[in-house]
């Protein structure tokens, strides 16, 4: 690409985690950084929504590698500690089976032992193995692969070695499958990619690494919900000179002469910049806010051929009363597993047997609800815009939901709601830009992840960049927070002149 001059000034699209990350990673290099969103808060999919009390996290509930945010940080000489305080959960995740049996999953390996021994003792062994196995994984497609840039074919081949090695040609479901014979099992140890928008049955078993991830600094929640732990980052760039714009839309990216040199905003403003950081769906990115002509790789007609993720319908509720046996994560198996994902992925509608995710944060933070109430969201993976008519469902799926839930979970939820709003593809669509209201962008798919994701410097246009769910290393809180330091390697490649400013911000927090 050549080298560029020495920059001043960064733009950064978008503040969800992956727009924070990158911001705050810019301006440790020495930018000056503008950070726009289209919002009226900060944190993107990561926003809160606040009822009569209640306090609801919209989006991200598990924090699962909390060293990436103590980096950020500690990038200006600061703790973390000192912002926001982020608590253990146990168990991670209590899973619900259809014939009325539960799993409780987290805390030590003994403890996780000790529930597979209690619903299927032959699977112990196989768990152990399924345990090393996804820690081989891990320690080459995390520890290795998830922070440094796949826009360059070899390095990709080069990889494929160990892959191989590792049997990432074999799907999650296959994966698993080899190791654990009981169905339940099956099911609980293979849902992590749609944890990040895949299907387990063709998503490739790389992603089975998420499993030791979890395994390996567990599951935490922020006291005061995720979005008390995007205040603490907004006010880590307000210490640290980062210009945060809220309820600024932007209309398109200006090109000159094939370079990114800012922004122009609907209001008809327009914003400089050296170079342009985009955290938000690609697809919508390129479609959207680049103009045609610029794009020779990334054309519409590409772009409408990529897989997308499933959508997802969440509905926010708090209740008059406490429901002190339900855990923090709760995941509810339906009866169908297989012929269900089968049906959101191929766009047909769900059905009546759904799979659910039960957030309680009132389970590890009583706070978040007025004093003697529960708040709760439930997030069913439903099919997105693509070939589905969300609107002839919508109403269909809000009360089979409900139903669900109250017959599985919650006795006599509907005379205790006080409060009860959601959020559906149509509406990621619209708040979020979301392609197909997809939840997490382009499907991680095998011929989608890695050097065949959408890169995190673009192809089509220089001194534009890409974070977020839709790029490398992928969705997920720590894909996106990972993905702000792909962009950091990048921009130390593009513009080795940038001032070190090191000293500059070890100051004492306030």
């Known amino acids: 690409?050549?080298?560029?001059?020495?920059?001043?000034?960064?733009?950064?699209?978008?503040?969800?985690?992956?727009?924070?990350?990158?911001?705050?990673?810019?301006?440790?290099?020495?930018?000056?950084?503008?950070?726009?969103?289209?919002?009226?808060?900060?944190?993107?999919?990561?926003?809160?929504?606040?009822?009569?009390?209640?306090?609801?996290d919209a989006g991200p509930t598990v924090i699962t590698a909390p060293f990436l945010?103590?980096?950020?940080?500690?990038?200006?000489?600061?703790?973390?500690?000192?912002?926001?305080?982020?608590?253990?959960?146990?168990?991670?995740?209590?899973?619900?089976?259809?014939?009325?049996?539960?799993?409780?999953?987290?805390?030590?390996?003994?403890?996780?032992?000790?529930?597979?021994?209690?619903?299927?003792?032959?699977?112990?062994?196989?768990?152990?193995?399924?345990?090393?196995?996804?820690?081989?994984?891990f320690e080459v497609g995390f520890s290795e692969l998830a922070h440094v840039p796949f826009d360059r074919l070899w390095f990709m081949l080069k990889q494929v070695p160990a892959l191989i090695r590792l049997g990432c040609y074999r799907t999650v479901w296959q994966f698993t499958k080899r190791y654990l014979k009981d169905e339940r099992l099956r099911r609980a140890f293979s849902i992590q990619p749609l944890l990040v928008g895949g299907n387990p049955f063709n998503t490739t078993s790389i992603y089975s690494l998420i499993h030791y991830l979890e395994?390996?600094?567990?599951?935490?929640?922020?006291?005061?919900?995720?979005?008390?732990?995007?205040?603490?980052?907004?006010?880590?760039?307000?210490?640290?000179?980062?210009?945060?714009?809220?309820?600024?839309?932007?209309?398109?990216?200006?090109?000159?002469?094939?370079?990114?040199?800012?922004?122009?905003?609907?209001?008809?403003?327009?914003?400089?910049?050296?170079?342009?950081?985009?955290?938000?769906?690609?697809?919508?990115i390129y479609r959207n806010l680049v103009p045609a002509e610029n794009r020779k790789r990334w054309t519409n007609r590409r772009i409408d051929a990529l897989k997308y993720s499933m959508g997802l319908y969440v509905l926010y509720f708090g209740t008059d009363r406490k429901y002190t046996d339900v855990e923090h994560h709760t995941i509810v198996f339906g009866e169908q597993?297989?012929?269900?994902l089968q049906r959101i992925f191929a766009g047909?509608?769900?059905?009546?047997?759904?799979?659910?995710?039960?957030?309680?944060?009132?389970?590890?933070?009583?706070?978040?609800?007025?004093?003697?109430?529960?708040?709760?969201?439930?997030?069913?993976?439903?099919?997105?815009?693509?070939?589905?008519?969300?609107?002839?469902?919508?109403?269909?799926?809000?009360?089979?939901?409900?139903?669900?839930?109250?017959?599985?979970?919650?006795p006599d939820l509907r005379q205790h709601m006080d409060v009860c709003f959601d959020l559906d593809p149509m509406q990621f669509d619209a708040d979020y830009a979301s392609r197909w209201g997809a939840g997490f962008s382009i499907a991680p798919i095998f011929t989608q992840s890695a050097y065949f994701r959408f890169h995190n410097r673009s192809e089509d246009v220089k001194n534009l960049y890409m974070v977020g769910a839709g790029t490398h290393p992928g969705a997920g809180v720590p894909g996106v927070l990972s993905s702000a330091k792909v962009v950091e390697h990048l921009l130390a490649e593009d513009f080795p002149q940038t001032l070190e400013t090191k000293n500059e911000f070890a100051v004492t927090a306030t």
């Open 1 to 56: 690409m050549g080298r560029s001059v020495i920059p001043k000034r960064a733009l950064v699209i978008g503040s969800g985690f992956g727009g924070i990350a990158a911001a705050l990673r810019a301006r440790k290099m020495g930018f000056d950084v503008t950070l726009i969103e289209r919002l009226d808060q900060l944190g993107g999919r990561a926003r809160t929504f606040e009822r009569d009390g209640h306090v609801f």
């Open 69 to 137: 945010f103590d980096e950020l940080f500690e990038l200006f000489g600061r703790d973390l500690k000192d912002y926001a305080e982020i608590l253990p959960v146990s168990p991670w995740y209590r899973y619900e089976f259809n014939d009325g049996s539960r799993l409780d999953y987290g805390g030590s390996v003994d403890d996780t032992l000790g529930e597979i021994q209690r619903l299927s003792p032959e699977d112990v062994q196989g768990y152990k193995k399924l345990l090393a196995h996804s820690q081989q994984i």
């Open 215 to 284: 395994r390996r600094w567990g599951v935490h929640f922020p006291r005061g919900g995720t979005g008390a732990l995007v205040s603490a980052l907004g006010q880590l760039m307000q210490d640290v000179g980062v210009s945060v714009r809220l309820n600024q839309h932007v209309e398109r990216i200006t090109i000159d002469r094939g370079r990114a040199t800012g922004v122009e905003l609907a209001s008809g403003e327009s914003i400089a910049a050296d170079l342009v950081i985009c955290n938000g769906d690609p697809a919508q």
């Open 348 to 410: 047909e509608t769900a059905g009546d047997d759904l799979s659910l995710y039960l957030h309680r944060p009132t389970a590890t933070d009583p706070n978040l609800a007025p004093e003697g109430k529960d708040t709760f969201y439930v997030l069913a993976p439903v099919p997105n815009l693509q070939r589905h008519d969300w609107l002839a469902v919508q109403d269909q799926v809000r009360e089979r939901v409900i139903d669900i839930l109250e017959q599985r979970i919650l």
């Open 337 to 340: 597993y297989q012929e269900l």
